[in-house]
Nanobody, 115 residues
Framework: QVQLVESGGGLVQAGGSLRLSCAAS????????MGWYRQAPGKQRELVAR???????NYADSVKGRFTVSRDSAKKTVHLQMNSLKPEDTAVYYC?????????WGQGTQVTVSS
């Protein structure tokens, strides 16, 4: 069983930065995708950014150029550096580890961006 624990959320003013981290425990197979999703009130959960075990990244259009996803496979961690934050980035951010047909989720961390 895989467990994911997020940290680094909080309240920040527009234009500010936050860094989210996620630590995984349990058996992580070498070929996987790690990433971040978010869910704002009244909206569906959406992909923010993800990174494969080979280092290929994928970003939502709304965060390109502002957010950077990175991972340390040896430490089983994934990070999300968020710069130039906007009020519309306010959401609960969830860490995700995925294999074909299987998804693991963290409990989520709140990010609030004030205008």
């Amino acid at each position: 069983q895989v467990q994911l624990v997020e940290s680094g959320g909080g309240l920040v003013q527009a234009g500010g930065s936050l860094r989210l981290s996620c630590a995984a425990s349990g058996t992580i197979f070498s070929i996987n995708v790690m990433g971040w999703y978010r869910q704002a009130p009244g909206k569906q959960r959406e992909l923010v950014a993800r990174i494969t075990s080979g280092g290929i990244t994928n970003y939502a259009d709304s965060v390109k150029g502002r957010f950077t996803v990175s991972r340390d496979s040896a430490k089983k961690t994934v990070h999300l550096q968020m710069n130039s934050l906007k009020p519309e980035d306010t959401a609960v951010y969830y860490c995700n580890v995925a294999y074909p047909g299987i998804n693991y989720w963290g409990q989520g961390t709140q990010v609030t961006v004030s205008s």
